[in-house]
């Protein structure tokens, strides 16, 4: 049994994907960012999330495009935007997430929920008046995309990290959250200590120990499926 094996095996607390998603409202609400001490060793998210993932991962491994999608917590429901195509080198996600309650036109006492999707109706839902909430929330929790691989000249595969473009970009959108779809999944979470000027980086800086050491973000790492753990205390 590897060190890796090990670890994974113990007893690592393990914070559940409906926790992380609390946190990240509450601290999206205040406009704040986590402290370092107080970021998850270890993150449990649901099949539904997988689910994305393994979409975008799949359609990125046939033509070499970027992927990328949103995800939203909109009035009680995580909402997953479409998978946005790019290039083989930049993606850009979008997304609007809309909620309306409406007068039911049949029902006496009820409200028609309508949840919309870049102006497409996703989903509705009747409901009893007294269930309508007195004040709707929208908020954007975070944003994943995906690198292509790429085959070494001696015929090995190999996928890019984190770009110093991805992490301007995190910074610069005061988003807390980012993630990168590999052969494997990356999250990153920026603390209160993660500077807000990078525009000095270059890619050749970002790798996973300056990430945590020198712009004290949180770095994590799973496996298709699996708990995503940060990086500093587990290690292949």
């Avoid at 993606?91 to 809309?98: H, K, M, T």
């Amino acid at each position: 049994m590897g060190l890796v094996d090990f670890l994974k095996g113990s007893k690592i607390p393990t914070t559940s994907f409906t926790k992380f998603r609390n946190r990240l409202i509450k601290l999206r609400s205040s406009g704040i960012y986590p402290y370092d001490f107080n970021l998850p060793k270890a993150i449990s998210f649901s099949y539904d999330f997988w689910k994305e993932v393994k979409r975008a991962y799949k359609y990125t491994y046939k033509d070499g495009l970027e992927r990328a999608f949103s995800v939203f917590w909109a009035d009680g429901e995580i909402i997953f935007t479409e998978v946005k195509t790019g290039s083989s080198k930049m993606v850009r996600s979008g997304g609007s997430i809309e909620v309306k309650y409406s007068h039911h036109p049949t029902k006496k006492g009820y409200a028609r929920k309508e949840l919309y999707l870049d102006q497409k109706l996703l989903k509705k839902a009747d409901l009893y008046h007294t269930k309508v909430p007195k004040k709707l929330e929208v908020q954007y929790l975070f944003n994943i995309h995906t690198h292509p691989r790429h085959i070494s000249k001696s015929k090995k595969e190999y996928y890019n990290f984190f770009s110093a473009q991805d992490i301007k970009s995190l910074i610069s959108s005061k988003a807390i959250v980012t993630g990168l779809i590999t052969d494997k999944v990356w999250l990153l979470i920026r603390t209160d200590k993660t500077p807000r000027d990078v525009n000095y980086l270059l890619d050749s800086q970002v790798t996973p120990n300056y990430l945590e050491n020198d712009l004290h973000m949180g770095l994590y790492k799973a496996d298709f499926g699996k708990k995503i753990y940060r990086y500093k205390y587990v290690r292949e």
